[in-house]
């Protein structure tokens, strides 16, 4: 059950009838593919600019409701497990909304439970109408769908984000973004260039495993969630063969934009079952750096800074593999961006620019056709 929703009310009604293009506080909320639970932030934003950063929150899944939601990995609508997963993640997103006052509009992703573009399509679960009838509050959501409709990866999505990040940083020179989540993305971003939509703006993709590997590692050997800092990682070896043969696979060797299902490298563990605790976790670790800079071979122009976000910057030994492998490395929070939040606050921007019929992807972030605005309103009953 959901607890009382302390939303205030009051505000509401006057901020669906604002004009499209003021600027509304909008509450944007993630749970990534790592499923340690759920980001909710605040974005003060017109769907162009972003113009200031509110209140934020995470909401840690129980463990029965992680294995409730994990149950649901691989399963597209209808399959039985997705509506206990999608129960789960629906009072998990309630409940943390909740906490929040003064939101006009929620941004909501869910939970990716599978994803196959150029088969079967994402799903994402969790229903956003019964977030809008819980908080009495539109609800954007289904961001990916329209994406893969019209051809595109639908993913990554943050990238129009990232552009709008590096202008609001006052970049004057190409930059990019990476995130280090379950999954690892890059966005190369020009912010001479004022709209995401300009050829040229952007490129954008994933580059491969982050974190799922290292932290599948731990689980299986040491029951543990992830590598703290990198300290395993940091005590052992990376295997040069098994690097090499990662590197080989055939991902690397696509161009961009391509996107990535969590489990789309599930083959890695039995890759360093021969190896000693450290150097497996020297080795995925290793292995997501150096998928990092096979990514940054595709760059348009070269950059001087390369921000990252996500739990993996958190991690000293991948840290230090990204910084032995491409110049520029710095962690996000040095330039006074949350990057814990980045993604949360994304879907928080991309609702503004669904709300205002502005796309939120493009031919050089999805490989769509052309550029499409993902996502569908639903309103509280
Ligand atoms: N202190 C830490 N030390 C090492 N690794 C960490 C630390 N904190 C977080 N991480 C790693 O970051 C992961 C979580 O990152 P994040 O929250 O960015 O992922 P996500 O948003 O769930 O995934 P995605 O971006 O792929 O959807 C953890 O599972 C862990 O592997
Ligand atoms: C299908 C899906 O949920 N993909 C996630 C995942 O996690 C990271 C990477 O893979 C990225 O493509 C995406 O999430 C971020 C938020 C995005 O769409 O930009």
């Not at 409940?95 to 994402?124: C, I, K, M, N, Y």
């Not at 031919?363 to 009953?381: C, E």
Request: aromatic letters at 6%.
């Amino acid at each position: 059950m959901a607890p009382p929703c302390i939303i205030d009310r009051s505000r509401i009604a006057g901020a669906q009838v604002k004009e499209k293009d003021e600027p509304l506080w909008v509450l944007g909320m993630m749970s990534g593919t790592s499923l340690d639970g759920v980001d909710a932030a605040m974005v003060l934003t017109d769907g162009i600019r972003v113009l200031d950063f509110g209140p934020h929150a995470f909401r840690p899944y129980a463990e029965a409701e992680r294995a409730t939601i994990a149950a649901g990995f691989g399963a597209w609508p209808g399959d039985p497990p997705v509506r206990a997963a999608a129960e789960v993640v629906e009072a998990a997103h309630v409940e943390v909304a909740s906490r929040f006052a003064d939101v006009a509009l929620v941004g909501f992703h869910g939970q990716t439970l599978a994803h196959d573009p150029g088969g079967r399509g994402t799903h994402q679960a969790g229903d956003g109408q019964v977030l809008a009838s819980a908080l009495g509050l539109p609800v954007v959501w289904d961001f990916r769908s329209a994406d893969v409709a019209l051809g595109g990866q639908g993913a990554p999505l943050v990238p129009f984000f990232h552009h709008a990040l590096g202008r609001r940083l006052g970049a004057t020179e190409p930059l990019a973004f990476l995130n280090l989540g379950g999954v690892g993305n890059l966005t190369w971003v020009d912010p001479r260039l004022t709209s995401p939509e300009a050829p040229g703006a952007l490129l954008a993709f994933d580059t491969g495993p982050a974190n799922a590997p290292v932290n599948d590692l731990m689980q299986e050997r040491r029951g543990q969630a992830l590598d703290e800092g990198g300290a395993l990682a940091l005590s052992g070896r990376p295997d040069a063969e098994v690097i090499a043969r990662f590197l080989a696979s055939p991902y690397f060797f696509k161009v961009p934009p391509k996107s990535l299902d969590r489990n789309a490298f599930h083959d890695l563990l039995p890759w360093v079952a021969h190896l000693s605790d450290a150097d497996a976790a020297a080795t995925l670790t290793q292995a997501a750096a150096e998928a990092v800079a096979r990514g940054a071979e595709h760059f348009p122009a070269p950059i001087s800074r390369l921000l990252v976000a996500g739990g993996g910057r958190l991690n000293a030994a991948l840290m230090a593999a990204l910084r032995a492998k491409l110049p520029g490395v710095e962690d996000i929070d040095a330039t006074g961006l949350n990057g814990d939040m980045l993604e949360a606050q994304a879907f928080a921007y991309l609702a503004a620019r669904v709300r205002r019929g502005l796309p939120t992807s493009g031919p050089m972030t999805t490989g769509v056709r052309a550029s499409v605005g993902g996502g569908q309103i639903s309103w509280p009953d």
